[in-house]
């Protein structure tokens, strides 16, 4: 298992010492966890259920593309 190093301001640190002690785990392992939801290349499984649930929900091939008109050209 590796290491590392941390400096974190007393606030941020008051935060950590918060948080993990009212999840009651070590601060380590809270931070970890953290670490491991917001580093994740996955999309959650609470979002992938939500695919395909909108059925009005227009895709991209159905809206129309519509150019806006060009701005005049300032000449230099």
Not at 18 to 43: C, L, M, P, Q
Not at 57 to 71: G, Y
Request: with cysteine; hydrophobic share 45%; charged share 20%.
């Amino acid at each position: 298992m590796s290491q590392i190093t941390l400096y974190l301001d007393d606030a941020t640190q008051a935060l950590v010492d918060e948080a993990a002690k009212a999840n009651g785990v070590s601060k380590s392992r809270w931070v970890a966890d953290i670490i491991r939801t917001y580093a994740a290349h996955d999309w959650p499984q609470d979002c992938l259920a939500l695919a395909g649930r909108f059925a009005d929900f227009p895709l991209q091939e159905d809206v129309p593309q519509i150019q806006p008109a060009d701005v005049p050209r300032l000449i230099f």
